[in-house]
């Protein structure tokens, strides 16, 4: 099993930047990829961003490429997703998940966390 907690999420102004975090327990040794989804009111879940276990591959959507920056510490473990230059479109709740072998697509993770919202406003 693999526990996730989602911090840092809030109400910013467009334009400015929000760093989320993911307090990672339980079997982390077992996860191949994190990544970052989102969700926003009457709208399907986003793949936002995903990195590998161990960093060499990253995955970012079309919407917040050049924006959006996911990092993991292994040390802590922690994974991040930095967001910069925030726009209103970018309101959802962010979550983050842990995929155990596969991971391109939404069906792939396997574990979940609970989600912070982030809401930007205008």
């Known amino acids: 099993q693999v526990q996730l907690v989602e911090s840092g999420g809030g109400l910013v102004q467009a334009g400015d930047s929000l760093r989320l975090t993911c307090a990672v327990s339980?079997?982390?040794?077992?996860?191949?990829?994190w990544g970052w989804f989102r969700q926003a009111p009457g709208k399907e879940r986003e793949y936002v961003a995903a990195i590998t276990w161990n960093g060499d591959r990253t995955y970012y959507g079309e919407s917040v490429k050049g924006r959006f920056t996911t990092a993991r510490d292994n040390n802590k473990n922690t994974v991040s997703l930095q967001m910069h230059s925030l726009k209103p479109e970018d309101t959802a709740v962010y979550y983050c998940?842990?995929?155990?072998?596969?991971?391109?697509?939404?069906?792939?993770?396997?574990?979940w966390g609970q989600g912070t919202q982030v809401t930007v406003s205008s």
């Open positions: 339980g079997r982390a040794s077992s996860v191949y990829a």
């Open positions: 998940a842990a995929a155990l072998s596969r991971w391109y697509k939404l069906d792939d993770y396997n574990y």
